[in-house]
């Protein structure tokens, strides 16, 4: 695709909290907006950010582009429940959860968004709401100042218990988002997701991109379909598994990949995120070498790609499961080193002390903070909490 100029993502950041058994074992940076961040400003991917928080916003020394302030609500913010009772696979948590939507932050409005009138046009745009932030008018705002547009369908079909916040799912063809679908580039799912999307007509207007957790991906088109191969992984917290995906699949296709390379650099990211609670801390060395392989791969890939609509780059073309092996050699290069982080449940209850009413956490693991800077891979300390 050679996305080489700046993109746009439009979602709101978030205050995640993690729950075992209604006590509190960990809070971090939340919403797809902060995971796909995370991968661009690792990658040197440019891009903008539009997103609202309220002035009790907990992270903005972690951030690159500072949100919107709105001065009438506060920050998204959601509950993930875990339960102890959780089964296990050689001891480690297969970690399920329940997620609630406990604060509501406002709505990303159309005006929020650049103006095509500023002549400022974008070669990719990101649709990625995860608390209902949303509209359907800011998608098509977004649609006619970005080339091409990736949506996460999370943020279409999530509707929120008015009394306890927990989320169900809607089917998209109910929704006012239906309409614009044929002007939008990719729609990304994931499998549960898609058991509300009508796959086989939406294939028909734009390429859907369903993603099945350690079973990989798979790309749809109106023509034709390519199943991605997983990363092995032992998934420790799903929160943000699809937003780190999505971020890896369009730095990708940014970078220089074919469509396949780009899925499957999402499928390795995703599954770095599940086997780290919250938002994850990437290796600065692993990155590094991650970075090589792609631009290796990219220059493979050029050889290839003639323009978007050439088969070719909807096509696995040769090198695609070495691209496949020397990224999986790379991961567990870096997880034998590391040890993949495997804490359960019970080592993190262990590891931090938590004072609820004022949200201050102890750490008591050789000094090392729970909370790390995504970018710099830094120690953060978190003493004051939200009001």
């Known amino acids: 695709m050679g996305l080489s100029r700046r993109g746009l993502v439009v979602g709101n950041y978030c205050h995640d909290v ?9 809070e971090s940076l939340g919403g797809a ?30 951030i690159l582009t ?28 297969i970690s399920d959860r329940t997620l609630k939507r406990v604060i509501a932050c406002d709505p990303i409005k159309p005006s ?10 974008f070669d990719f745009g990101m649709a990625v709401g995860v608390g209902g932030e949303i509209l359907a008018e800011t998608l098509e705002k977004l649609i006619e100042i970005c080339d091409v547009v990736f949506v996460d369908v999370q943020g279409l079909i999530r509707e929120f218990d008015e009394v306890d916040g927990s989320v169900r799912l809607i089917k998209l063809n ?40 350690e079973k990989g991906c798979k790309v749809f088109r109106k023509d034709g379909e390519v199943e991605i191969s997983p990363f092995s992984t032992i998934q420790i917290d799903p929160t943000g598994a699809g937003d780190s995906f ?27 995120t599940v086997s780290q609670f919250g938002l994850p801390n990437f290796d600065p060395n692993l990155l590094q070498r991650v970075k090589d392989e792609v631009q290796k791969r990219s ?3 050029a050889q290839h790609q003639v323009g978007a609509e050439n088969e070719l780059w909807f096509s696995k073309s040769p090198g695609h499961e070495q691209f496949h092996a020397s990224l999986n050699a790379v991961r567990l290069a870096f997880s034998l080193t590391k040890q993949e982080r495997r804490w359960d449940l019970e080592d993190m209850r262990s590891l931090t002390t938590t004072v609820v009413n004022h949200q201050i956490i102890k750490h008591q693991c050789s000094g090392e903070k729970f909370s790390r800077d995504p970018v710099y891979d830094e120690a953060i300390e978190q003493i004051e909490g939200t009001p």
Not at 45 to 54: E, L, M, T, W
Not at 112 to 121: A, M
Not at 256 to 264: I, W
């Open 18 to 26: 993690l729950l075992q058994d209604d006590v509190v074992i960990g």
């Open 33 to 62: 907006a902060s995971f796909i961040s995370n991968i661009f400003s690792l990658l040197s991917i440019p891009c903008d950010y539009i997103s609202i928080v309220g002035s009790d916003f907990n992270y903005n020394h972690i």
């Open 66 to 93: 500072p949100p919107i302030i709105s001065p009438t609500s506060k920050t998204t913010l959601f509950h993930a429940h875990f339960s102890s009772n959780n089964p296990t696979i050689n001891g480690q948590p």
């Open 112 to 121: 929020e968004l650049p103006s095509c009138n500023s002549g400022k046009r």
């Open 174 to 213: 109910e929704t006012k988002f239906y309409p614009l679908l044929s002007r939008i580039g990719f729609l990304k799912a994931s499998a549960e997701e898609a058991e509300f999307l009508d796959v086989e007509e939406i294939r028909k207007l734009c390429c859907v991109v369903v993603t099945y957790g």
């Open 246 to 272: 999505l971020g890896g699949f369009v730095a990708g296709l940014v970078l220089g990949l074919l469509l396949p390379d780009a899925a499957l650099l999402g499928n390795f990211f995703g599954s770095l």
């Open 299 to 301: 220059l493979q890939c």
